[in-house]
């Protein structure tokens, strides 16, 4: 009889088993994932109802493998792009999650007498919602479409980097066994430091090297090819001394950037599935049925914290970030679970045998509890906001709505902010690869030609040289790149501010010097490194040209491949439409442009002109297949649809009533202001076509507040009455100047009538 391993007759138990149960929960409409649970929990060596696997320490491994190949889909899914693109709404609502879920899991610990570390990593598994589950019940509920949803979605996606950040942390503090400060944020440096450098080079270098070898690659070869970048970069991951799984989700979200992102994404879908429910199913494996009856007053308690920590945690952040009462109370009600990172979070307290046993099977059987609540929850979400809606005070109501009102304030940007916010991005991102430079060349280069090619001090010179030409295109552009030249020209108009500028000009020209000198400290004394050190600088100015050209192509392959999903997707999309001689060309709308303030029914661009405005991106909002209704703002970034000669002519109609910009500092601040009609205003009982609002202030009426009531751009026609809070976007100097202007015709009547005006 032949002998089969017990690898083998363990994955078809495994299998076996997971198959059925899944097949099962499909049938009730539940979760997968709790089926992979249940499978494991009848395979595991505590129920002997079954046969037991024979080889739990092989199904760690292969759990192992599950999670990198979890943690890679979910950073195909992730993308650091759309990290930027997720408003400050979410940003506050995670941030805000997290720190109170911390916060309240360890205080739960506390009080139920558990030790310090197991109280921490309870605060860990607490604080991040799962994503899987979250999808499943907003597409089972239909709400996707729902503005709270996209609230969730960028939640979910920055709690994905928060979760990250957390197994760092917990590692650290795991191996200190204290609160050492120094070791948090050098964890947290060393975090950041490694997390730019391997974007920087995968969005460089991957790109790329698809796109030149996609002629060779069938879907059988970018399977390998993709599976193997992946455990490249988990192995750099682990030399760096971090988790593996972080590894993964970083060559993920590289990935995620290229044209082959959706390809990959579905080859690899079969993979993780296969790899996922045996992770799921060790979940299962682990879990001893005696201990969650011994800790089902534990489990109660931590359900409860889960389930009432996150929802008021989520809708204060919502309330926060200027979110309306509603939103944020469906946004809470829709995270209050926990999921697949929690259950790798507490699989590395196990790992590193710092959490007792019993947090585990803790940890899932509070996950599935929430699961389960999941669905209900976000189904009564409105409910709940009718409730709370009716036993809140008025005076509260009309507080939040106010301070909501008041968070959506349109504003330009200042050429300071941006001159700054280039400075300091190409401050972290060249000094980040100028250091990677130097002490790669110390680690290895230097010993490599010191004992392969050329010893002593020739050797450490021709180190440098080698060191000094890679580090060159990137000190140029630290000192003298100046990627926001337009921004930083109007400033210098200005007088009042040149030497400001002439401060950061020489603070670049001295941090550049600066990395030439910590190079040459590398390999040579003091006074040798002064010497080499001027050398260098003389070559920089004598090369320069070269050495900017040189840069010029290093940043614009990144751009292109940064950009390279984007415009594959457009170019596509061009190739569809060429038939018709029709592309799709963006256009920003200036401020001073006279389509300013109108609607596309107004304007009507589709007559006139043949061009149909497809997309309308409003910082971030995106705002697809606009109605006739829809105002343009300024900043609007259009999206349409055209031959090249019709779109010729709609940019002469965009720009034609554009003026000249005027200098920094000179420039009207557009605001959202309100303004109140009192009785005796000149305002009262006129339309507002009539009222000359829009003459007069150059703004826009974009809504009325009327006894409690919100009317969204309102109709032309529509009749002030006392009482109405009026909602202009525009100057708001010549909003004031409208209320002087109001007073002085009003002077005679009596005090407290007229129009109020504030910010």
């Given at each position: ?644 000669e019709q779109m010729e002519a709609f940019r002469q109609f965009l720009e034609a009533g554009s003026r000249q910009p005027v200098a920094n500092g000179e420039r009207d601040e557009i605001k959202l202001q309100k303004l109140k009609v009192r009785e005796g205003s000149m305002l009262l009982h006129q339309s507002i076509r009539n009222s000359g609002v829009r003459e007069k202030t150059k703004g826009l009426i974009v809504g009325i507040e009327r006894q409690g009531e919100r009317m969204i751009n309102p109709d032309s026609e529509l009749v002030f009455e006392e009482g109405d809070l009026v909602w202009i976007v525009g100057s708001p100097q010549k909003i004031k100047q409208l209320e002087e202007a109001r007073e002085n015709t009003s002077q005679n009547q ?10």
């Amino acid at each position: 009889m032949t002998h089969l391993p017990h690898l083998v007759t363990d994955l078809g138990l495994i299998l076996g088993a997971a198959g059925i149960t899944t097949l099962i929960f499909k049938k009730i409409k539940q979760p997968l994932v709790l089926g992979y649970i249940i499978a494991g929990l009848l395979v595991g060596p505590h129920f002997s109802l079954f046969p037991t696997i024979m080889e739990p320490e092989s199904i760690t491994v292969w759990a192992e493998i599950g999670v990198i190949f979890l943690l890679f889909s979910l950073g195909l899914e992730f993308s650091f792009k759309k990290l930027v693109k997720v408003g400050g709404a979410s940003s506050v609502m995670a941030l805000t999650e997290v720190g109170v879920m911390l916060l309240l899991g360890y205080l739960a610990g506390k009080v139920l007498g558990w030790s310090t570390m197991d109280s921490i990593f309870l605060g860990g598994i607490l604080s991040i919602s799962s994503t899987t589950i979250i999808i499943r019940a907003f597409e089972e509920l239909g709400v996707k479409s729902q503005k709270f949803a996209g609230l969730v979605f960028g939640v979910l996606i920055v709690e994905d980097l928060v979760a990250i950040l957390l197994m760092v942390l917990l590692s650290t503090l795991a191996v200190s066994q204290q609160f050492a400060g120094s070791e948090m944020l050098e964890a947290v440096l060393k975090l950041g430091f490694f997390l730019l450098l391997w974007f920087l080079g995968g969005i460089f270098l991957i790109p790329t090297f698809l796109r030149k070898a996609s002629k060779l690659m069938n879907n059988e070869t970018l399977l390998i090819v993709s599976l193997a970048l992946c455990l490249i970069m988990v192995i750099l991951a682990a030399k760096a001394g971090f988790s593996p799984a972080l590894g993964a989700f970083i060559m993920g979200s590289i990935l995620a950037e290229t044209t082959k992102a959706e390809k990959i994404e579905h080859l690899i879908s079969s993979v993780k599935d296969l790899f996922g429910a045996i992770f799921f199913v060790s979940v299962g494996i682990l879990i001893d049925p005696s201990t969650i009856v011994e800790y089902a007053g534990p489990i109660a308690l931590i359900t409860l914290v889960t389930l009432v920590g996150k929802l008021t945690s989520i809708t204060a952040g919502g309330l926060i970030s200027g979110q309306g009462l509603k939103t944020s109370i469906q946004s809470g009600m829709s995270v209050s679970q926990i999921g697949e990172f929690s259950f790798i979070i507490a699989t590395l307290g196990l790992t590193l045998k710092v959490t007792s046993d019993f947090i585990y099977p803790v940890a899932v059987a509070v996950s599935a509890i929430t699961t389960f609540t999941t669905p209900y929850m976000i189904k009564y979400s409105e409910p709940l906001y009718r409730v709370v809606e009716r036993v809140l005070p008025q005076k509260w109501l009309s507080s939040l709505n106010e301070y909501s009102s008041g968070t959506q304030t349109i504003s330009t940007t200042s050429d300071w902010k941006v001159v700054l916010r280039s400075y300091v991005l190409n401050l972290v991102v060249l000094s980040v690869i100028i250091i990677s430079v130097i002490l790669l060349s110390s680690q290895y280069l230097n010993p490599f030609i010191t004992q392969n090619v050329i010893n002593g001090n020739l050797g450490d010179i021709v180190t440098t040289a080698i060191t000094f030409i890679l580090m060159s295109p990137f000190l140029w552009a630290l000192a003298v790149h100046h990627p926001e030249k337009e921004a930083q020209g109007r400033i210098w108009a200005n007088k009042n501010y040149r030497s400001l500028i002439i401060v950061l000009e020489f603070s670049r020209i001295a941090v550049a010097i600066l990395f030439v000198f910590f190079l040459l400290n590398q390999f040579f004394s003091v006074q040798l490194a002064v010497v080499v050190g001027l050398v260098m600088v003389v070559l920089m100015v004598v090369f320069s040209r070269r050495i900017q050209a040189f840069y010029i192509r290093i940043e614009n392959r990144f751009v292109r491949n940064l950009n390279a999903r984007e415009l594959h997707e457009a170019e596509r999309m061009h190739h569809t439409l060429t038939p018709w001689n029709v592309h799709l060309t963006s256009f920003e709308v200036s401020p001073e442009a006279d389509v300013v303030g109108k609607n596309l029914a107004e304007l009507q661009v589709r007559e006139k002109y043949g061009v149909n405005v497809a997309v309308i991106e409003r910082g971030e909002r995106t705002l697809t297949a606009p109605t006739r209704n829809e105002r343009i703002y300024p900043h609007d970034k259009l999206y349409v649809f055209g031959t090249d000669e019709q779109m010729e002519a709609f940019r002469q109609f965009l720009e034609a009533g554009s003026r000249q910009p005027v200098a920094n500092g000179e420039r009207d601040e557009i605001k959202l202001q309100k303004l109140k009609v009192r009785e005796g205003s000149m305002l009262l009982h006129q339309s507002i076509r009539n009222s000359g609002v829009r003459e007069k202030t150059k703004g826009l009426i974009v809504g009325i507040e009327r006894q409690g009531e919100r009317m969204i751009n309102p109709d032309s026609e529509l009749v002030f009455e006392e009482g109405d809070l009026v909602w202009i976007v525009g100057s708001p100097q010549k909003i004031k100047q409208l209320e002087e202007a109001r007073e002085n015709t009003s002077q005679n009547q009596s005090p407290g009538k007229g129009l109020s005006f504030s910010n």
